[in-house]
């Protein structure tokens, strides 16, 4: 493994009355070289302090930082070979685009022959050629990020840090950049660690998934693997979004298990889980998106509460049981919104289920 982040804990003191707060409790992530791996998760949750560590701002209270094979705990910032990206830019105001992308060649000393290479490449990359002479306040805010990109890629580091970059871009710039990033991350393949609250984000860029939550780690996996076979509830409805029903399994004969809910029962197949035993109470986790909802037939008789229409899809409401089920129709064929107040039938896509334990 390239960059470990082996067992860290970090514990912040107790400072104006206020108790101490144990903002990492022994938090595992393995990274390999040229990996894009995300950590994601709530405000609070400790993704940003285990990111200001890696970069040396921020020191374990236990545990340690390892890169290369080497424990980098008491390395100083500006000597770990690291670059950040931070969520406001950064960039000089003073300076123009060259000139900002070579602050940090400047302060290596490196020669101006060099230098200009270097910056000559990573202009191009980021799609800036020709903008060398502009003020930053003459930059678009997407410009401005490939600016911070540019002047973080140009020092060649060992690990790109990139704290929250695209949050304060609009939607559609956001989106753009994503796949900028990533394009670029497999073109330079570049050690990359990325600290987003954006599940949509995560997905996109990701190699793996760091799912944390009030200092722990929940999850860690492929994001078709964490949207597909979410550890715990919190994983489920933090990426993405996803109903949840409760019920009994019933019988098993194989990989093929029978649940109980609702009145009725759903058979779901997977050998993920061969630890869930008959009786057992467990939590079925169902996807907008594997909600069927017709008016003719299904296994469930639910009632539409609230339709929303969408443009390309449309979102319903509905209530099973007194539970609140959402569905998402992304059907071309089906946009035709059923009325709210309609007695519907109700099905899942069964293949696609997960259950967990109760």
Do not use: W
Not at 91 to 101: A, C, D, G, R, S
Not at 202 to 213: F, H, Q, R, T
Not at 314 to 328: M, P, R, S, V, W
């Amino acid at each position: 493994m390239y960059l470990v982040i082996d067992n860290v804990v970090k514990v912040f003191p107790p400072r104006g009355g206020a108790k101490e707060v144990r903002a990492l409790d022994g938090i595992n992530i393995e990274i390999n070289k040229g990996e894009l791996v995300t950590m994601l998760g709530p405000s609070g949750c400790g993704k940003t302090t285990t990111l200001r560590m890696v970069a040396g701002f921020e020191f374990p209270t236990s545990g340690n930082i390892i890169l290369d094979g080497n424990v980098i705990n008491e390395v100083p910032t500006h000597k770990r070979d690291m670059s950040m990206v931070f969520q406001s830019y950064a960039i000089f105001p003073h300076l123009n685009v060259y000139e900002n992308i070579a602050y940090g060649l400047n302060v290596q000393k490196m020669s101006k022959a060099e230098q200009k290479k270097r910056i000559n490449e990573v202009l191009d990359m980021v799609d800036l050629i020709g903008y060398e002479t502009r003020a930053p306040n003459q930059l678009s805010g997407g410009q401005q990020q490939r600016v911070a990109l540019a002047r973080a890629l140009v020092m060649e580091p060992k690990v790109l840090l990139m704290d929250e970059p695209l949050s304060n871009l609009d939607t559609k710039l956001r989106e753009q950049m994503r796949f900028e990033i990533r394009q670029l991350q497999r073109q330079l393949g570049f050690t990359c660690l990325y600290v987003t609250h954006d599940q949509l984000e995560a997905m996109v860029l990701s190699d793996k998934v760091v799912v944390m939550n009030q200092g722990l780690i929940e999850h860690i996996g492929k994001p078709r693997e964490i949207y597909r076979y979410p550890a715990s509830r919190f994983v489920a409805d933090f990426i993405g979004r996803a109903n949840f029903l409760e019920g009994q399994i019933t019988e098993r004969h194989g990989d093929d298990l029978v649940i109980a809910t609702h009145g009725s029962t759903l058979t779901i197949s997977d050998p993920h889980y061969h630890d869930f035993a008959v009786g057992e109470t467990v939590d079925i986790v169902i996807r907008p998106e594997m909600v069927k909802v017709r008016t003719d037939e299904g296994k469930f008789q639910g009632r539409i509460k609230q339709a929303a229409y969408l443009g390309e899809s449309i979102e319903y409401f509905i209530d099973l049981n007194g539970l609140q089920l959402t569905a998402h129709e992304t059907d071309p064929t089906r946009l035709d919104m059923i009325p709210e107040d309609t007695s519907v039938k109700i099905s899942f896509m069964e293949d696609c289920l997960h259950i967990l334990k109760k």
